[in-house]
Each structure stands twice: as structure tokens, then as C-alpha cells.
């Protein structure tokens, strides 16, 4: 008889600790780098190709928005922000 196999595990050297999606690793480290802007709506990132994305800081209610800061990020695959364009610096 044979015994069952127990399916391979991921790779937590390629996914992100805690099982958190590597987009919502990065918008945790544009907010701690950045700071928490009044009115905050949502962070928005946004997957471009490779270890690239477009990450958009948007405050505002459901009657209006606004992208106050916006950011073109490279990440590696943990989610940590290695770079972007223009620097990310703290402002609130």
C-alpha cells in the first residue's frame, strides 16, 4: 500500500512572510516610508512587468480623489521596495 504524498510547500524564499500578496508588502513600505497622508483612500499598486510596478497614493472620499503621490517602484519578490522614481521620502 502505498502512503500519501504531502504536497510540495511554497517557497518562502519566493513568497512574501506571513502569506501577504507581494503588492500589499509594498504598499505597507510606501506608507512607512512615505507616512499615513490625511483622507487616505487607498494605496494602489499596480503590476507592470517583472519586479516593476506603478504604485498610486490616493486620498479623497467616494465624492473625490486625488493622486497626491505617485511612484514608480521596483521590488524584488519578497515585496521589499528596492528603488522607485521619484525617491519615496516621508512627508506626512
Known amino acids: 500500500m502505498a502512503t500519501p504524498t504531502t504536497p510540495p510547500q511554497d517557497n ?4 512574501p512572510p506571513s502569506g501577504r ?8 513600505g510606501v506608507l ?3 507616512g499615513r497622508p490625511a ?3 487607498k ?7 517583472g519586479d516593476n510596478f506603478r504604485v498610486n ?3 479623497g ?5 486625488l493622486i497626491p503621490n505617485s511612484y514608480f517602484v521596483k521590488a524584488d519578490d519578497l515585496g521589499k521596495i528596492l528603488g522607485s522614481e521619484p525617491p519615496i ?4
Do not use: C, M
Not at 43 to 49: D, G, I, R, T
Not at 89 to 92: N, S, V
Open 89 to 92: 521620502r516621508k512627508q506626512y
Open 12 to 15: 518562502p524564499v519566493t513568497n
Open 32 to 34: 512607512a516610508a512615505l
Open 21 to 28: 500578496k507581494r503588492e500589499d508588502v509594498i504598499r505597507a
Open 57 to 59: 497614493v490616493v486620498t
Open 61 to 65: 472620499d467616494s465624492a473625490g480623489v
Open 43 to 49: 494605496v494602489a499598486v499596480v503590476p507592470l512587468w
Open 39 to 41: 483622507h487616505l483612500f
